[in-house]
């Protein structure tokens, strides 16, 4: 192509500038503005960025381009969190210059481990689900399918965990406080949202209704894109993530009065709206801020969704055939009555054309089954902020119930559960049947929980429409979960069998061929050990603890829930400890176990258990009896630059919730590709881990699922197992005599009072004594490191199911027929 007849400006400069140097020293001196004397550490982070972020751009601009000439079909991923943690090292090893990084900042005399500790998580996500998120991003881009992330850019994500004498203080995430220089400010794309307001009726002679939302107190959304890199290929995608602004015209009532200040600050109310994550983890908190975040979200998305899908036509019959739209969760579920919205009230669609195209466009993922999860709006909240959005899902709900009517004619309990609306003293909408209902897609995150979703929670939904319902089983990115952090394991696997592993990572499977290979498991063992001695330095710096790096690495990573269970570990600690006291000279296996993970802020019990585990650390940790035989650490601050640093120095996975309440896990997968042997239930994903890795490679224990059920049903005494189980009754009254806390008695009175006085919901006592026979076992087998290094090589090699490639493959080609188009 001829220079002149580029559209892309770049092609008009003669002396670009060519390599990642050549960037970073201009950027030290014109970005940052600095010379050898007043540089800072900080600088070379920006300027390093800046050079990475110039040599992305190119393709960047180049894959819009490309998508929009050919008029590609593309998925819109909806999420409410993206939780991506660092980007540097992701960036660099993406577009292959990370060993050209490492030289340029030796030249000033750094390394590149010390650059990345300044960049701060992008944690706009509080878990599992947004975590998900970020690691679709990777795979989609990574093989070249046309993708648009949609969020929220909080000026706040997940707080700051600090432990004070063992509770838990949180503090604001600041991570804007410094430039970041992965984003990038459109504020040409920027949308009106409206709220409030009134719905008014206007009944034309042609017999058609119209509706017009009036009245209405509107901010704006601005964009704000983030580019994401796909390995070692020309694709990047964006992700585009809205912040909340005030309308420039300012509040008249106050401007006419005189009150000019007055209606400046109601501005600054309307920017609150994206300020700050809301930080709980399955469960429903019903705040209005949320529901404001949530439209405001969903409609600057489907604004912009439609602005791109008009470049090219205005034949809405179309949109399906052009645009998939993947909500994550219900969160965004207001996309359902928003899209009919626009088709009805704007573009003049009759309703049964417009509900075709909102049901063949949209798909739905349900992240979990906890009922105080699900999310439901009061009706009268809908209302005051959402009239028009109301009316169309109380028409969507008609729609089904005379659908439901007509197919079981006179049954009641049909038409009370399948409602979208819940009747009773205070009237809600539950999202979660209206996204079933709105969808053409609805998928649970692994086997069982699919299962459970379509035996249980959607039973009738699934019964009426059978064909909507599929799984499409969680996975990571094996680029960020091994290849960035655990660069020694993944630069010997690669030089066993190749690097195919980083894109297809069923590739690992030829790493059975070294399953009795002395020498290779080994060498696991030594790169396990190095991992452990970094991570040991690590807990030294952050707690203050030591710790043996020859112990077992035992590893509960991961929110801090009830049914998750970390409640049931340190009982079992304790067990151990008394075990330890009681015959101090047997052949114990030195264990240490680590703790990471936050509580909600609001969730006392899970509080509760974080100072439980901090107060048996204390007391074991101090214990010159028990000195290196047994250590208890929590490791604060939880995060995605945290887990990178623990998980390849694992040698035990803790996935021990309750069978059928781990929707599916994803910390589970990165342990095991990593090198961790997994002790779990049969629950979430670990069933399907069992399945690819055999069951004589991962420790299984406890009631499955339908037995849990069953128990539940049938009655389930907590109180018995305490009485018939000695071990068990030491424990507990271990705790309930203060033994860990006699400076502040009393106060694990709330963990006890779960256990025996409120049911023990999740069954940990049940499962107790399983959990202590199966942890017998794992320390027998850690002593035989041969036994153990070979279960160790065979998780690994059978990990390719877990990649998040294989899950968006299955995505692409299952619900959203997109094919991957090669910038
Ligand atoms: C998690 N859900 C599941 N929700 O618990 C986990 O089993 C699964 O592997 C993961 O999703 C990915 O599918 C989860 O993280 C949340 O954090 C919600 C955020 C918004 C408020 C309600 C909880």
């Known amino acids: 192509m001829n220079r002149e007849d580029s559209i892309f400006f770049s092609d008009q400069i003669d002396h670009k500038l060519k390599n990642l140097r050549d960037k970073f020293y201009y950027h030290l001196e014109y970005s940052m503005v600095k010379d050898i004397t007043t540089i800072k550490v900080r600088d070379i982070y920006q300027a390093l960025a800046l050079s990475i972020r110039d040599n992305l751009i190119e393709k960047w601009l180049r894959t819009d381009y490309e998508y929009y000439k050919g008029n590609h079909k593309i998925v819109n991923y909806l999420s409410m969190e993206f939780l991506v943690g660092r980007l540097m090292i992701d960036s660099l090893n993406s577009l292959g210059i990370l060993e050209e990084a490492s030289e340029l900042v030796k030249e000033l005399n750094y390394s590149l481990s010390d650059i990345e500790e300044l960049e701060p ?212 579920a207001l996309a359902i009555p928003e899209l009919m919205r626009i088709l009805i009230d704007q573009e003049r669609l009759e309703w049964d054309k417009a509900w075709a195209i909102t049901q063949n466009t949209i798909a739905y993922t349900n992240h979990t089954v906890l009922p105080e999860a699900l999310e439901k709006w009061g009706y009268d909240l809908l209302k005051e902020l959402l009239p028009r959005h109301l009316q169309i899902i109380e028409e969507i709900n008609l729609h089904l119930l005379n659908r439901v009517n007509s197919i079981y004619p006179g049954n009641m309990y049909k038409l009370k559960t399948m409602s979208i609306i819940e009747e009773g003293e205070i009237k809600h909408v539950r999202m979660a049947n209206l996204c079933v209902e709105g969808s053409h897609s609805v998928n649970g995150v692994a086997k069982l929980h699919s299962e459970i979703i379509k035996k249980k929670i959607f039973k009738d939904f699934y019964e009426l429409y059978p064909e909507k319902f599929n799984n499409k089983t969680n996975g990571i990115t094996q680029r960020r979960w091994l290849d960035n952090c655990n660069k020694s394991l993944a630069n010997y696997i690669t030089s066993l069998i190749g690097d195919d592993w980083k894109k297809d990572l069923f590739e690992l499977k030829k790493l059975e061929q070294y399953y009795d290979n002395d020498q290779v498991l080994n060498q696991l063992q030594e790169h396990k050990l190095h991992n452990k001695k970094e991570l040991a330095k690590r807990i030294y710096k952050l707690t203050g603890i030591r710790v043996n790096p020859n112990s077992l690495f035992d590893v509960q990573v991961k929110r801090m829930h009830e049914y998750k269970r970390q409640l049931l570990n340190i009982l079992h600690i304790i067990y151990l400890y008394n075990q330890i006291k009681d015959n101090p000279d047997a052949d114990w296996t030195p264990r240490t176990i680590i703790f990471s993970g936050k509580a909600a802020p609001s969730y006392f019990v899970a509080k509760n258990i974080i100072k439980l585990i901090d107060a048996v650390g204390v007391k074991i940790n101090s214990d010159l009896e028990v000195n290196d035989l047994l250590k208890v650490v929590f490791i604060p601050n939880y995060s995605v630059s945290l887990a990178e640093i623990i998980i390849p120095a694992a040698d035990l996975s803790e996935q021990i919730s309750t069978a059928g309440f781990e929707a599916s896990g994803t910390g589970n997968m990165k342990l095991a590709l990593n090198g961790a042997l997994t002790l779990g239930t049969l629950d979430g994903a670990n069933v399907e881990m069992r399945e690819e890795f055999g069951e004589e490679n991962i420790y299984i224990f406890g009631l499955k699922a339908e037995e849990v059920a069953k128990m539940k049903q049938e009655g389930y005494n907590p109180e ?37 006085k409120k049911g023990d919901y999740f069954m940990v006592l049940e499962d107790f004594q399983a959990y202590c026979d199966i942890n017998h076992t794992i320390s027998d087998d850690f002593k035989n490191t041969k036994l153990w290094y070979n279960k160790v090589l065979l998780n690994i090699a059978r990990c390719g199911k877990f990649s998040s490639d294989r899950t968006i493959h299955e995505y692409a080609k299952d619900i959203w027929g997109l094919e991957q188009i090669k910038v």
């Open 121 to 332: 998580d992008m944690g706009l996500g509080s878990g599992g689900l947004g975590r998900l998120a970020a690691c679709f991003l990777d795979s989609l881009a990574t093989h070249n399918y046309p993708a648009m992330g949609y969020g929220i850019r909080y000026e706040f994500g997940i707080f700051k965990q600090l432990i004070r004498q063992g509770y838990q203080v949180e503090e604001p995430d600041n991570w804007l406080r410094t430039n970041n220089p992965w984003e990038i400010k459109r504020p040409e794309i920027t949308y009106r949202i409206k709220f409030g307001g009134r719905v008014e009726r206007h009944d034309r002679v042609d017999g058609k209704t119209l509706f017009y939302w009036v009245d209405t107190e509107d901010l704006m959304a601005v964009a704000w894109d983030i580019p994401v890199l796909g390995y070692r290929t020309n694709n990047v995608n964006t992700l585009r993530l809205w912040q909340a602004q005030g309308t420039d015209i300012f509040d008249f009532e106050y401007f006419n009065n005189g009150d000019y200040i007055k209606a400046v600050e109601k501005k600054n109310i309307s920017e609150n709206l994206s300020k700050v994550l809301y930080p709980n983890d399955n469960f429903h908190l019903g705040k209005v801020l949320r529901l404001k975040q949530e439209y405001f979200f969903v409609s600057a998305t489907l604004q912009d969704i439609f602005t791109n899908f008009k470049k090219h036509t205005s034949d809405y019959n179309r949109i399906p055939e052009k645009v998939a739209i993947q909500l994550n969760d219900t969160h965004p």
């Open 720 to 756: 018995g197992y305490y009485n018939s189980n000695p071990n068990l009754k030491r424990v507990i009254d271990m705790i309930r005599s203060n033994y860990f806390n006699s400076n502040e008695p009393g106060i694990f009175q709330p963990i006890l009072d779960t256990l025996l």
